[in-house]
């Protein structure tokens, strides 16, 4: 194996650069290092001045999200090796707007996120005595969407999202389902109302990336396509039945 | 003394290419995917021609019948036959994804929902070829 | 729902008669019927329904599908009157050249 590797980082100084520019770095090539690992040698030893998130540095904060040569990974769980001879490009997450270097705003989906209202919604007021009980198939309904680390690479695997900037996305529509489909929740109507809509899971052109760069094995695209087959039959039903409950 | 104003940093929002679609192959698949409903399009309007000839008589429907022999016709047609079995093979594939079915507690695997379409496919197209041939 | 219903009907029943009338019978692979005997197939009142679902539905799913081809794949979302027009207009329009042709037999 080679010493060092070359990483090609985005550089961009929203004060003095007018657009991004790509800066090299030297790194050493461990076999067990990480992207996350050569960009925190580059800040420690050769240039401070970088930056990037990152927190857990094991797969579950969803704070490193970057592009890897084009694409979406969590630099804390993408090996350096993999890429030898090099060089590695590291770009910030595609399809959001650059803050600074790395690190891009991820204000849009904190918006989309809650308009999804991903939290139990109950028609009572107060919560019953108790604890909710659910049986372990109930919970196999929901529990792959509720993986979601909000690390946003679907966003960045997205064309949809990257094309039309109205687009709730992939991770704010499989939470939404995440919630529909949990027994405890009474809330699918209220969000029926707010997704059912060119912009929520109509928009989605069941591209299917997001769910071939998730992490955590969520497959929002099949989330979407519940979420489209129960709003079918949601509507179907209001045609048929139009006083009736929903 | 300076009155305290948030400092809003200078985002840079970058382009999508118009030829996004060719820079991962996922993408073009998923272009390709959806051109393929040109070639839907495509055998309706050749259909279409096919019912006008018939009803024209046995010499409209031979000339017709000649047109579809014409060498361009043949490779439009061929590659018209591409897309629609791509259509269908992605279509089948995709189905299973909206439907969360469950068997006893259990997912059922989306093999096994792709599986009665492929079956159906089978029937229809075989039933189809039947009653157009025996004639 | 139409754009459902098109492509299911285009997944099941396209491919085999794109087949049989536009590649095995042109190129003789396969006996193709005679005119008489297609001529009294497609007369028949259920054969002109399964026609006309064959030669409509396909068409709605194309437009919904290439409208929004074009406004991803060239990004021309401006043009969303003229590609409406030419999508849904185009799926009409042939619809009712169907209905037409099969209207007599």
């Known amino acids: ?246 | 003394m300076a009155v305290p104003v948030e400092y809003v940093p200078k985002t840079f929002r970058p382009r999508l290419s118009t030829y996004w679609w060719l820079g991962r192959w996922p993408y073009l698949r998923f272009i390709l995917r959806e051109l393929s409903s040109v070639s839907v399009a495509w055998f309706v309007v050749v259909t279409l021609v096919q019912i006008r000839a018939l009803k024209r008589g046995p010499a409209s429907y031979l000339a017709f019948q000649g047109w579809m022999r014409h060498p361009v016709l043949i490779v439009l047609n061929a590659i018209a036959f591409f897309f629609v079995i791509f259509h269908a093979v992605t279509w089948f594939n995709l189905a299973p994804k909206a439907m969360a079915v469950r068997l006893g507690g259990k997912r059922v695997p989306s093999l096994m929902i792709a599986l009665p379409n492929y079956v159906a496919w089978a029937v229809v197209s075989a039933g189809v070829a039947w009653i157009l041939l025996r004639g | 729902m139409l754009f459902s219903a098109g492509g299911v009907v285009a997944a099941l029943l396209i491919p085999i008669q794109l087949f049989l009338f536009g590649l095995a019978i042109p190129l003789g692979w396969l006996p193709g019927p005679t005119y008489a005997s297609l001529l009294a197939l497609a007369a028949h009142p259920l054969a002109r329904l399964y026609l006309l679902v064959l030669c409509t539905l396909p068409l709605f799913h194309w437009a919904h599908r290439f409208r929004y081809t074009l406004y991803d794949g060239l990004q021309i979302k401006h043009l969303n009157e003229l590609i409406n027009t030419f999508c849904y207009g185009g799926a009409i329009v042939g619809s009712i050249l169907a209905a037409y042709l099969l209207w007599r037999m």
């Open chain 1, 1 to 246: 194996m080679a010493e060092n590797i070359k990483l090609e980082v985005t550089r961009y100084h929203p004060g003095s650069d007018d657009e991004p520019r790509s800066q090299s770095y030297e790194v050493p090539l461990r076999k067990e290092w990480v992207v996350l690992d050569a960009l925190n040698y580059v800040k420690d030893r050769v240039d401070g001045s970088l930056s990037f998130r990152w927190s857990c540095r094991m797969g579950v904060c969803g704070s490193c999200g970057m592009m890897v040569n084009g694409e979406p990974k969590l630099t804390c769980a993408t090996f350096l090796a993999d890429y030898a001879p090099g060089p590695v490009r590291v770009e910030p997450l595609k399809n959001f707007p650059i803050l600074r270097d790395l690190i891009v705003d991820i204000s849009d989906f904190l918006v989309k996120l809650a308009k999804s209202r991903p939290w139990l919604i109950r028609k009572e007021s107060t919560p019953p005595p108790g604890e909710y009980l659910q049986t372990p198939e109930q919970l196999d309904a929901f529990k792959q969407f509720s993986m979601c680390i909000n690390c946003l690479l679907c966003y960045a695997a997205c064309p949809v999202y990257g094309l039309d900037p109205l687009f709730g996305g992939p991770a704010a529509i499989a939470l939404a389902q995440r919630y529909n489909a949990d027994s405890r929740d009474q809330g699918a109507s209220e969000r029926m109302d707010v997704l059912s809509h060119s912009d929520g899971i109509w928009g989605c052109t069941f591209v299917g990336e997001c769910t071939e760069v998730c992490p955590k094995d969520v497959d929002p695209a099949g989330a979407i396509q519940q979420y489209k087959l129960t709003a079918t039959k949601e509507w179907i039903k209001s045609l048929l039945m139009p006083r009736g409950e929903r």
